[in-house]
C-alpha cells in the first residue's frame, strides 16, 4: 500500500469505495476521507460544493482541515458546501474548518445536538451555521471568524436549553468578526456559558436572538472579554421577580467603542434578512444605517492582535467604507454609498426600524415629509448644529455618525427613546415635534459614546440630567417651537396632548427630586426616570 500525504477530496458525485486522492476518484461523504486507513493528522480534505447529508453525525478523531466549496475540477473555491449532519470532534484534536453551510441537523440527542460539537481546538471561518436545534457547542478552545451562526432554535430543550447560537462550556471561545443572530433558546438565546466558560470578542454583533424570559440572555448570558467594536443587543435587563438590573451579560465593554444595550433599550443592529447568494453561501447583510458600519477597529485589517480580518465571509476586502464592520460581511458601500448626515424614516406604525426613508440631506429641509417628520428632521439637524458650534462635536459619536430618525413607530406608542443607534418617536403624544425632546434623545446617544453610564438608578438618573440639560439649552438657543418666558426651563412643552413633563427650574413642581433629600426621590428612583 501507499501512504497519501496530499488532500483527500469529496464529491456528491463520488463514492467512499473509491481511493478519494484525485477529483476523478473522489468519496461521497467526509465521514468516507475519515474512515479512510491512511488518513493522518495534518491532512486536508477538500469538498465539492454540494448538499451532503448521510442522516449521521460525521466523528473528526484526527487533527485535519476540512476545505469546503470547492468546484467540481477541485481548482479554485467558489462558494459553500452544505453539510446536514452533525460535526463531533474528538479531545485532543486540532480541526480546521472553512467554507461550509451547517444546517438542519436538528438531532434530538442531548449530547450532540448542535450542528457542531467541539472537544478539541478548532477554527471556523468563512462559514454559516443555521437552522439545527443548536449552532456550536464548545469544551475545549475555539476560534471563529468570519462567519454567520444564525436561526438556529432549540425545539427539544425550550424551557431547558442553553445557547442556541453558541454554547461555551467550560471553554475559551473566540470571535473575530462573527454575526450571531435570530437564536433562540431558555436562557442566553445568542450565546451563553457555564462551568468556567469565557467569550473573547472583536469586531462581532450578537443580537436580534431570543430568550424565554428578559433576564435569561435574550442575546447574551455569558462572561465575556472585549478587546472592543462589539455590537451586544442587549446585556441584562430588569429581573421580573426582584426588580434588580441582572447583568446577564458579565464584560469589560469599552463605553467609546462597544455598542451596549439592555433588554428593554437595546442596540438595534440593523440586521437583514437571511440571504441566499447561490453556491452554498448564505449571510445575514448589514441593513443601511446599521451602527455595525465602519465602527469595526479602526487599524488596517488583518494588521494586528484584535483588528478586524483581512476579507470577510464571502471574500471581500476589508474595510469597504472608513474603516471596517463589525460582523461577518461588510456593508457593500460601493452598491450603496454612503447616505448623508442625516436620514429621517417613517415606522408605518410597526416596531420594524428603522421604516421606510423619507428624506435625507446635510441640512434640516424634509420637503418629502409630513408635519412629524419634517419636525423631527430639522430638531436633528439643529441639535447636531448647536454640539457643532459649542464643542465642535461630529455627530452624536463624535466623528460623523450618521443621524437616523423614525417616526411614527408602533401603534400610539407615548414615548421617545435613543435605540442606541438611532432616535425613535411614537404618535401618542406627537413627542417629534418637541424640540427640547429631540436634543434630549439625541444627547442620550451623546452619552453613550463618551460614558459608561447605564440607563438605571442613579446612573440613570445621571444620563437623564444630561439630556434634560441639553435638550433646554438647545430649546433656549436654536429659536425653534415655543420659546415664550412662561415655558422658559420646561421641557416637553411642545408635546401634543401631554404638555411640559419636567421643570428645571422647579423640579418638584413635576414631582421630581431636585436633591437627594427631597421628597419626590424614592419615587422617582424606583420608576427609573427621575
Not at 452544505?82 to 479531545?91: Q, R, V, Y
Not at 428578559?214 to 462589539?230: M, T
Not at 464571502?314 to 442625516?342: F, N, W
Not at 446617544?445 to 435638550?471: C, H, K, N
Amino acid at each position: 500500500f501507499s501512504l497519501h500525504n496530499g488532500s483527500w477530496m469529496v464529491a456528491p458525485t463520488g463514492s467512499d469505495s473509491n481511493d478519494c486522492v484525485t477529483s476523478l476518484t473522489p468519496c461521497a461523504t467526509i465521514q468516507g476521507v475519515l474512515n479512510k486507513p491512511h488518513l493522518a493528522d495534518g491532512n486536508e480534505i477538500w469538498v465539492a460544493v454540494g448538499l451532503y447529508n448521510t442522516s449521521d453525525h460525521i466523528y473528526v478523531k484526527k487533527s485535519v482541515s476540512l476545505r469546503g466549496g470547492w468546484d467540481t475540477t477541485f481548482s479554485s473555491q467558489i462558494g459553500a458546501s452544505t453539510l446536514e449532519d452533525a460535526i463531533i470532534t474528538s479531545s485532543g484534536t486540532n480541526v480546521s474548518i472553512e467554507n461550509f453551510t451547517i444546517q438542519n441537523t436538528l438531532l434530538n440527542i442531548d449530547v450532540y445536538k448542535y450542528g457542531v460539537n467541539n472537544y478539541g481546538i478548532m477554527t471556523i471561518s468563512n462559514s454559516t451555521i443555521k437552522n439545527n436545534n443548536g449552532g456550536i457547542e464548545n469544551r475545549d478552545t475555539l476560534t471563529v471568524i468570519n462567519s454567520t451562526i444564525t436561526d438556529n432554535h432549540d425545539i427539544y430543550y425550550p424551557l431547558s436549553g442553553y445557547g442556541a447560537g453558541i454554547h461555551n462550556t467550560s471553554g475559551v471561545t473566540t470571535l473575530i468578526n462573527v454575526t450571531v443572530t435570530n437564536n433562540s433558546a431558555s436562557m442566553g438565546g445568542g450565546i451563553f456559558t457555564d462551568n468556567g466558560g469565557v467569550f473573547v470578542l472583536m469586531n462581532s454583533i450578537i443580537a436580534g436572538n431570543f430568550a424565554q424570559a428578559s433576564n435569561a440572555g435574550f442575546d447574551c448570558h455569558a462572561v465575556v472579554i472585549s478587546h472592543g467594536h462589539n455590537l451586544i443587543g442587549e446585556y441584562g435587563g430588569i429581573d421580573s421577580w426582584t426588580g434588580w438590573f441582572a447583568w446577564n451579560c458579565q464584560g469589560n465593554w469599552s463605553p467609546t467603542s462597544d455598542i451596549v444595550g439592555t433588554h428593554e433599550k437595546p442596540a438595534l443592529a440593523h440586521i437583514g434578512a437571511l440571504t441566499d447568494l447561490g453556491n452554498g453561501v448564505w449571510i445575514r447583510p448589514l441593513n443601511p444605517g446599521s451602527p455595525a458600519i465602519d465602527n469595526g477597529n479602526p487599524l488596517f485589517p488583518g494588521s494586528g492582535d484584535y483588528t478586524c480580518a483581512a476579507k470577510d465571509q464571502i471574500g471581500t476586502a476589508r474595510p469597504q467604507g472608513s474603516a471596517c464592520d463589525m460582523g461577518a460581511v461588510e456593508y457593500p458601500q460601493e452598491i450603496h454609498p454612503p447616505k448623508a448626515l442625516l436620514v429621517t424614516f417613517d415606522a408605518g406604525n410597526t416596531t420594524s426600524l428603522p421604516g421606510t426613508e423619507v428624506c435625507s440631506g446635510d441640512t434640516g429641509a424634509c420637503t418629502n415629509g409630513d408635519a412629524y417628520e419634517k419636525s423631527a428632521h430639522n430638531y436633528a439637524y439643529s441639535t447636531y448644529s448647536w454640539y457643532q458650534t459649542w464643542h465642535g462635536r461630529n455627530s452624536i459619536d463624535g466623528n460623523g455618525m450618521q443621524i437616523l430618525s423614525s417616526v411614527h413607530y408602533g401603534s400610539g406608542y407615548k414615548n421617545a427613546f435613543w435605540s442606541g443607534s438611532s432616535i425613535v418617536y411614537g404618535d401618542g403624544y406627537a413627542f417629534a415635534k418637541a424640540d427640547d425632546v429631540v436634543a434630549h434623545e439625541y444627547t442620550h446617544g451623546v452619552t453613550q459614546y463618551e460614558s459608561g453610564l447605564f440607563p438605571w438608578y442613579q446612573s440613570g438618573a445621571i444620563s437623564e440630567s444630561f439630556s434634560d440639560l441639553w435638550g433646554e439649552a438647545i430649546d433656549q438657543y436654536n429659536k425653534l417651537g415655543n420659546d415664550i418666558a412662561t415655558v422658559k426651563w420646561l421641557i416637553g412643552e411642545d408635546i401634543t396632548g401631554l404638555g411640559a413633563v419636567r421643570n428645571m427650574k422647579n423640579p418638584p413642581a413635576y414631582k421630581q427630586p431636585d436633591s437627594m433629600l427631597s421628597s419626590p426621590l424614592t419615587s422617582a428612583t424606583r420608576s427609573r426616570i427621575p
